[in-house]
């Protein structure tokens, strides 16, 4: 009896680790969904908040995704408002390359 619950216990464990983990979910950034008032006035922010505490990056030096990462790392320290975080990252992407 002890045999066939060890043998049980040993089965489960192998199954479970042998299941392919659930996708990780790699959405692409939403659309711009600013007017393009909304787009001039993230140009503004991003060249006054941002441009206050270090040189402006290049809008096309960084994809959509990246510029995700670093909005959200950023935003915060610029204090923006969720608005405002949106119209700089539309305005960063809406810079063609």
């Not at 392919?20 to 991003?46: C, D, H, L, N, W």
């Not at 290049?58 to 909005?71: R, Y």
């Amino acid at each position: 009896m002890k045999n066939i619950i060890a043998v049980a216990s040993f089965a489960a464990i192998l199954l479970v680790s042998c299941t392919s983990k659930a996708p990780v979910a790699t959405a692409a950034p939403a659309a711009s969904t600013s007017t393009p008032e909304q787009i001039a006035q993230g140009k503004t922010i991003f060249e006054n908040s941002c441009g206050r505490c270090h040189k402006l990056p290049d809008p096309t030096s960084h994809n959509s995704v990246q510029w995700v990462g670093i909005m959200n790392s950023m935003a915060p320290k610029a204090k923006l408002t969720d608005d405002q975080h949106q119209w700089v990252y539309d305005y960063i992407v809406s810079v063609k390359k």
